[in-house]
């Protein structure tokens, strides 16, 4: 067996490619059972396996090991002893056109689907969503030409070469065939996902099923919004109350990895390094729960004698006692003495029983944390209090009304002093200001762009678009600057579709628009555009705080050395 490709990822992961199938669910076999030093998570795809490292050095160390154990003879992957049964009822609305596309009418499709024992390769998309690859080509379809912008819960499908479950209600461009009342995803299970790479599957023609409430029995369908509407119970000891949660407060730590063969994104905090900090500033540790607001308006109630720290996009805070109105930071209102007071930015500083904390709109930058010392201690899910809105796991969004309560605190451990900002000045420049520079790597999907895409890759200025979000900061081709010219979307030298890969945060995905996305903490574990490059680590936390109408520009470095390969731009702040 001959060795496989291995490209880069990003400066801290490798995507190998594999002669096929059996060699990838192999390989992935190995790596989850005797994982080489440093590995965080390893992701099976159709073709191709994602391993995730600790540090770039790991990375470095692993090619040699990774080439080796990728040129052993596929052995058996460790499946369960018996494939999942999985029970359908077939009446999908692409039924009678799947049977057109392929030949075989509704019938022969029906029969194709059941008559064939199915291998999942990999999951993605969504928590419990495997991508499960048949005996035959006999039901190769392509996706619908137009998504639909809903398909229910338990709907079966077929795309390509693979069939799936859905296993939430969500977007999707899959042919439908038929439905399922099988649960794929339950975190009540000691294994959430029924269905993992390697594991069998045999789908079973029934004529009717027992209906079960995804909501009820799916945590992954109504999680977050079961979560923001039980009845809360009252903390026993410090909390927080939330007033007002701005245009979006959510609960972040550093989030869940090594969970993508689940479908699960990382997730956590989009500026790692600002999350970091407020925590420090307060004495938790780095991996404690915060709030994350996106433009401000965030207004919190101490509930008993809180200490508190602010970073990431510096804003004006107010601190009103008890007692007085919440109308904002711009508000003349003050505490029943008399008194009001400004709170520091990256500091810590106490909230009293009783007063409330109000953020304006960041002066720069997007993101502004907020740390309480003893975490926020909300119950955490598949072991982080991360809100993930890609997959719909974690607490819910805060609002009005939310009760928070706060940890026991570590006394071992000190309130920190004053500190600059975690992110350097020139890499928080509001919109309209000189653009900001992302170190890149290239990869692994370069090669699937013209020489002259690759160029404008780093040699325009992309500007960040109001569609981005948690998911990926969405570019766009505008002028820098009034009368400048505006760029080119980028021009792929190849056709076809890429089949679906593994992608870590960072990555630069270019979907036929040209337009690339820079994939954030929530985004999807795997996706089937090419990957031009990816951002370092290092400089995500920069891209996570780029607001609307902010301006970029990329440099590509080296990935073991992150040395750049270029001249930096000159609009590189000194």
């Not at 709907?155 to 799936?164: C, K, P, Q, R, T």
């Not at 607001?293 to 809180?306: H, I, K």
Request: glycine share 12%; aromatic share 4%.
């Amino acid at each position: 067996m001959s060795s496989p490709e291995i490209r880069w990822a990003g400066p801290r992961a490798l995507l190998l490619e594999l002669e096929s199938l059996d060699a990838v669910l192999s390989l992935h076999s190995r790596l989850r059972e005797d994982p080489v030093a440093g590995q965080v998570d390893v992701l099976a795809a159709a073709q191709t396996v994602l391993v995730v490292f600790d540090s770039r050095a790991s990375a470095r160390r692993a090619r040699g090991p990774l080439a080796r154990l990728g040129s052993m003879p596929a052995g058996a992957a460790a499946l369960a002893d018996k494939p999942v049964h999985i029970e359908v009822v077939y009446d999908g609305e692409d039924l009678a056109e799947v049977g057109e596309l392929t030949g075989m009418g509704a019938e022969g499709v029906v029969a194709a689907h059941t008559g064939q024992l199915w291998t999942a390769a990999f999951g993605g998309f969504a928590p419990g969503f495997a991508y499960l690859v048949g005996e035959t080509d006999a039901l190769n379809v392509p996706r619908r030409g137009t998504p639909r912008t809903a398909v229910p819960a338990g709907s079966v499908a077929l795309a390509g070469n693979f069939s799936a479950v859905y296993p939430r209600r969500s977007p999707g461009g899959w042919q439908l065939i038929g439905h399922t009342a099988t649960r794929m995803w339950d975190l009540q299970r000691e294994q959430p996902a029924l269905v993992r790479p390697g594991t069998t599957v045999r789908y079973v023609a029934v004529r009717e099923l027992i209906e079960l409430a995804w909501a009820e029995t799916n945590p992954a369908e109504g999680s977050q919004a079961d979560a923001a509407t039980a009845q809360q119970p009252v903390p026993a000891g410090p909390a927080l109350e939330v007033i007002s949660p701005g245009p979006q407060a959510l609960i972040q730590d550093l989030g869940r990895p090594g969970l993508g063969d689940l479908g699960v994104s990382p997730a956590g905090a989009a500026d790692t390094a600002s999350a970091r900090q407020a925590n420090r500033l307060v004495g938790n540790l780095p991996t404690d729960a915060v709030i994350e607001n996106v433009m401000g308006g965030l207004s919190v109630q101490a509930v008993g004698e809180l200490t508190v720290a602010l970073s990431g996009a510096a804003t004006t805070a107010d601190i009103r006692g008890q007692g007085s109105s919440s109308d904002g930071p711009n508000s003349n209102d003050t505490k029943s003495d008399g008194t009001s007071r400004q709170a520091p930015m990256y500091a810590p500083f106490p909230l009293h029983d009783g007063e409330t904390l109000h953020l304006g709109v960041p002066e720069k930058g997007l993101r502004t944390y907020l740390a309480v010392r003893g975490g926020i201690d909300v119950p955490p899910v598949l072991g982080s209090r991360s809100t993930d809105l890609m997959s719909g796991i974690g607490p819910a969004p805060l609002a009005a009304g939310t009760l928070l309560p706060v940890g026991a605190v570590d006394s071992a451990r000190a309130v920190g002093q004053a500190e600059p900002p975690a992110l350097p000045e020139d890499l928080l420049s509001a919109a309209g200001g000189e653009p900001v520079v992302l170190r890149i790597t290239t990869g692994p999907r370069h090669d699937w762009f013209t020489p002259r895409s690759l160029e404008a890759l780093t040699g325009q200025v992309w500007t960040v678009t109001a569609e981005s979000n948690r998911i990926g900061v969405r570019l766009g081709t505008g002028p820098a600057t009034p009368g400048a010219e505006a760029g080119t979307p980028l021009e792929r030298a190849r056709d076809g579709e890429l089949p679906s890969e593994g992608v870590v945060a960072g990555s630069l995905q270019v979907p036929p628009s040209g337009l690339p996305v820079l994939f954030l903490a929530d985004h999807p574990v795997t996706g089937g555009y090419p990957v031009i490059g990816a951002v370092i680590p290092e400089d995500l936390p920069a891209a996570a705080q780029l607001p609307p109408g902010a301006t970029l520009r990329f440099v590509e470095v080296d990935p073991e050395t992150l040395q750049p390969l270029a001249p930096l731009p000159s609009t590189r702040k000194k």
